[in-house]
């Protein structure tokens, strides 16, 4: 099923991951790459540090990777796809490839989604809203039955899409992990555990042996901050 070989994953050798220290739009590439076994700088960016980044990127955004020969790739979907061709988790089939597409457009529109409930409101009413999306019939909660039945229906054995690992399950891992992380306010822990499906796909992603090593060694290298709530709710998926 996968398209990525030995030749073409050497195209990621001494690349460079450039994007903030948290797990964001972005953070679906680190797992990716730590799965596809390359050996990537992981460039933290302060936010501080941030106005004199901005314009070396080709968009004025993160994350970027940067390759050996100084190339930029930009955008985090595009990432994504390039890095899972390169390693073979992007399917060589077109049909397995257009789910895994769908898949990734659809935890786009949950992003979207979580973001836009209470949009612009106090705080108080931002959570309030919020909480009523995601709890049974509202906007969010009607997606994620959606993406659980799409799990369901094109995926097997933990996996999103197809029977083995692709930035379909990568996503998927990293995108609810964020949801329920307190990266958006009033969304509760407890969002995931309805649909059994996604919950399958965040426990396989996060027993990865390459998944489990990546995220420990975030804790070990003194020189890197702990993690982050959310990151802590992507290790935890491992004991789901």
């Known amino acids: 099923m996968a398209g990525g070989t030995a030749d073409s994953a050497s195209v990621l050798a001494g690349s460079k991951l450039i994007y903030f220290g948290i797990p964001g739009r972005g953070e679906a590439v680190r797992p990716a790459l730590a799965i596809g076994g390359v050996d990537f700088e992981d460039a933290r960016v302060p936010f501080q540090a941030w106005g004199k980044v901005k314009p070396t990127t080709p968009w004025g955004t993160v994350p970027v990777l940067e390759l050996a020969d100084g190339s930029q790739l930009a955008q985090a979907r595009s990432i994504l796809r390039f890095v899972g061709t390169a390693t ?13 597409d769908e898949l990734l457009d659809a935890l ?26 995601v709890s049974e019939g509202g906007a969010v909660y009607v997606l994620l039955a959606k993406l659980d039945a799409f799990v369901e229906a094109h995926g097997r054995g933990g996996y ?15 995108t609810l992990g964020r ?12 969002v995931c555990d309805p649909f059994l499906n996604i ?15 990546w995220y420990d060694a975030r804790v070990a290298q003194r020189t890197l901050p702990s993690l982050s709530p959310a990151e802590q709710v992507l290790v935890g998926c491992r004991d789901l």
């Open 160 to 174: 999103a899409v197809g029977a083995e690992m692709t930035i379909a399950s990568i996503l998927t891992f990293v």
């Open 88 to 100: 073979g988790l992007y399917p060589s089939e077109p049909h397995l490839a257009q789910r895994v």
């Open 199 to 213: 919950q399958a796909v965040r426990r396989t992603v996060g027993r990865d042996p390459a998944v489990v090593a």
């Open 179 to 190: 949801a329920i992380g307190g990266v958006f306010f009033g969304v509760p822990p407890s």
């Open 108 to 133: 786009e529109d949950l992003d979207v989604a979580i973001t836009g409930a209470g949009w612009g409101l106090p705080k108080g009413e931002l959570e309030a809203a919020r909480l009523a999306a």
